[in-house]
């Protein structure tokens, strides 16, 4: 089979990596006032570079920094966004494990003005990653648009500025439109929508939650697919764009489960993106059957591969898994990686940085067996 030369490529990663000790103790120390803005870029800008060198070491065809600068997948995007504002969590989300339950109440936010954007969001950052890949696609990752809202519904979001939701979602879709164009300017051409809404909307107790605070939870997965879409319709055919469905992922938790077929007919055909990472890791994903949905030349990165422990998977039952995959959607339309980042938040999952680099390259030979890459 033909080796892929665009993105995705059959071994791949979601993004976010663990952060490095020497990071987090600069974080702390930039917090206490100890250590100057520009000091604590120079301390990112190092562990940035030697992350890069690894995933090229690895012998992935793409890159990302790890989401290093940021605290969260998500919130340290969305909140550089115009017309957004923090705001006090008082949502207690619950996440699971083996070992028992978490509970974490994230910062919330506020739409207290119109959407827009005044810059492009991560543009320097995005930048250092060109300057300090070699071999590897530069990739970055910022959440889909539909987590402005399924973070905080319409409770968020100030009536006087928004009296009509139709207005809302098209002031999101042009400034998402708005950035999409400006990191094509800069030469990105592989980009990343994160999103958990896609993948929660399957679980019936998320939307249960959703119907409670007074929203269509039947149908909202067609209202984020369109939002997805409009953001995308002005997207420069030299930018590939892929979506990641996770279902939770903090400090090795998850917060919903189900398989992808509340979503997956309209999600698989309408969703105007060119690859689809999904989380296949355990159970929880339940079956292959839903990729039947897939269209032709449409990727799917099968999440394999768990962030959520270190123990390393079998070879022979990730190629076994990728055969059961293939009777749903060919071979050449399938690609591994990871089910989720290593650190969606600066906390990191509970494995070893060893472990971590073990996943990425066990990914990398599975797929060159499979594919021969």
């Known amino acids: 089979m033909a080796a892929r030369t665009t993105p995705p490529f059959r071994a791949d990663h979601v993004g976010s990596l663990l952060r490095p000790a020497g990071l987090l103790a600069a974080r ?3 917090a206490a006032g100890r250590l100057t803005g520009e000091q604590l870029r120079q301390a990112e800008d ?15 065809q793409s890159a990302t920094d790890g989401e290093f600068r940021r605290a ?3 919130m340290d995007f969305i909140y550089q966004l115009g017309g957004i504002s923090k705001a006090p969590g008082n949502l207690a989300v619950k996440f699971h494990n083996p070992g028992g339950d978490i509970e974490f109440t994230p910062a919330a936010l506020h739409v207290g003005s119109k959407l827009g ?10 930048r250092y990653l060109q300057q300090v890949t070699t071999t590897a696609t530069p990739k970055l990752t910022i959440p889909s648009p539909n987590m402005v809202h399924y973070r905080g519904g319409p409770a968020s979001i100030d009536e006087a500025v928004y009296p009509e939701m139709e207005q809302f979602w098209s002031d999101l879709a042009a400034a998402y439109a708005d950035e999409v164009a400006r990191l094509a300017e800069l030469g990105c051409t592989y980009l990343q929508f994160d999103d958990t809404s896609l993948a929660y909307l399957n679980d019936p107790v998320q939307r249960a939650e959703i119907a409670g605070r007074g929203e269509d939870a039947d149908h909202l997965h067609l209202r984020y697919i369109r ?11 030299t930018m590939t764009v892929t979506t990641h469905m996770c279902r939770g992922n903090f400090r090795s938790s998850w917060a919903a489960s189900g398989g992808y077929d509340f979503v997956a007919e309209a999600l698989f055909s309408e969703l105007a993106v060119d690859g689809f990472f999904l989380e296949y890791d355990d159970e929880r994903s339940s079956s292959f059957a839903p990729l039947r949905f897939v269209p032709p030349g449409k990727l799917v990165v099968l999440g394999l591969v768990t962030t959520k422990r270190g123990g390393l998977e079998d070879p022979d039952t990730l190629k076994r898994r990728i055969d059961e995959a293939s009777r749903y959607v060919p071979l050449e339309q399938l690609c591994l990686s990871p089910q989720c980042g290593f650190s969606s938040t600066v906390e990191g999952n509970v494995l070893s940085y060893d472990e971590q680099v073990a996943k990425l390259r066990l990914i990398v030979g599975v797929a060159r067996d499979v594919w021969g890459d």
Request: no cysteine; proline share 2%; aromatic share 8%.
């Open 117 to 126: 954007l005044t810059k492009t969001i991560f543009a320097d950052d995005f």
């Open 72 to 74: 969260s997948w998500h």
């Open 46 to 60: 190092e562990a940035i570079a030697a992350a890069v060198a690894m995933q090229e070491e690895a012998g992935l």
């Open 28 to 30: 702390e120390e930039h």
């Open 227 to 237: 939002q997805v879409n409009a953001a995308l319709r002005a997207k420069p055919d």
